[in-house]
């Protein structure tokens, strides 16, 4: 493999970095490396990747780029809503550099329930990256022989649950840790002292970061030497949902259950599910909001997240029949009412 005179260009900043050069950029043109989500981290680490010369590219997402996503999201321009993110994506890593190549794979995909697994079964490294707020988190997975995701959080559906769109993120601790990222992924490639074994914690609001060690956890639901009792595990953290057509002919029939706005007023000044209530979240987990531990409740918020919390306060006080509103009022607007304003 030879690097053309615009490639030495190019590359030239990193080229002179000691213990890089020449060599170092054959490898970084070799690699391959997949990104899930091409969101607030994803989109700023493929950035970076795609700038720094690794060879293939492949991009994971779904759906069309929204209006709320542009904030933080800073490959995309507001002129590309409604377009799908991982075309957009790959027009705009090309741009970047069109000495790489860029896939695309439309189609859901989590991090937090499929990767970890998936990098198990594989072998795969994983850099995982999370962001919060104003906080963040980073490290380096290499599941076969060290600790997995599972073995620092077992409930992964509760990460997954803690979603942008709920939780809330500064764009620029999203670009910080999707900037950690990339560099993860780069030593990893170039063969230099990565972050495995140990969890980053970054809390931007007083610029406090501390490095934990990380232990592989003998009963890890995923990786440890119990795993196969993970569907019982899975069993017991997850939550009944239903989803927006079985609401809808539910709601249609003659015993349609009791429906509940887990959100903040203002989302529901914005739209809401016709014939719903309204109730305060905190007064809900802590006593039940005066409702009825028999009567049939269907929790919704914007994602799932604040519902499926919810839901385990609820079971946990002996509320028998409640579900939750699979992907929540996005997914209604999407699969029911489809003229409903989207956020
Ligand atoms: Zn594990």
């Known amino acids: 493999m030879i690097l053309s005179k615009e490639e030495l260009i190019r590359y030239s900043r990193q080229l002179v970095i000691p213990g890089i050069g020449p060599e170092g950029q054959h490898k970084l043109k070799a690699a391959r490396v997949a990104v899930i989500g091409a969101g607030g981290l994803g989109t700023l680490a493929l950035g970076y990747l795609a700038g720094a010369g690794v060879g293939e590219i492949g991009v994971f997402d779904f759906g069309p780029l929204e209006l709320s996503n542009l904030h933080r ?19 705009r890593l090309l741009e970047i550099n069109p000495e790489i190549r860029v896939n695309t794979h439309e189609g859901i995909l989590t991090a937090e329930n499929a990767i970890n697994k998936a990098c198990l079964a594989l072998a795969k490294t994983y850099v995982y990256g999370a962001v919060y707020r104003f906080e963040g988190q980073l490290t380096v997975f290499e599941p076969r022989n060290g600790p997995c995701l599972g073995c620092i959080c077992p409930d992964t559906e509760a990460l997954e649950n803690q979603a942008c769109a709920e939780a809330g993120v500064m764009g ?29 914690m970054l809390d931007f609001r007083l610029a406090n970061f501390s490095v934990i060690e990380l232990k592989k956890r003998e009963d890890c639901p995923v990786c440890g030497g119990r795993a196969r009792l993970d569907r019982k595990f899975i069993a017991s953290v997850s939550v009944n949902l239903i989803t ?50 028999d009567e049939e409740l269907v929790l919704y918020c914007k994602g799932q997240s604040k519902s499926a919390a919810a839901f385990k306060a609820l079971r946990d006080k002996g509320y028998s029949k409640v579900s939750v509103l699979k992907g929540g009022i996005d997914a209604w607007a999407e699969k029911i009412e489809k003229g409903m304003t989207r956020y």
């Not at 999201?73 to 027009?91: F, H, M, S």
């Not at 620029?172 to 990893?188: D, H, I, N, R, Y």
């Not at 739209?271 to 305060?280: L, S, T």
Request: hydrophobic share 45%; net charge negative.
């Open 172 to 200: 620029p601790a999203a670009g910080a840790v999707a900037s950690m990222q990339a560099l993860e992924v780069l030593k990893l490639i170039l063969g230099l002292e990565t972050l495995k074994g140990k969890f980053a």
């Open 73 to 91: 999201q800073l490959i995309y321009r507001t002129g590309d809503i409604g377009e799908l993110k991982t075309e957009l994506a790959k027009q």
């Open 244 to 293: 927006p057509e079985e609401l809808k002919a539910r709601l249609d029939s003659a015993s349609a259950p009791r429906v509940l706005d887990l959100r903040y007023e203002w989302e529901r000044g914005l739209c809401h599910i016709k014939g719903d209530a309204w109730v305060d979240f905190n007064e809900l987990i802590k006593g039940g909001a005066g409702l009825g531990p």
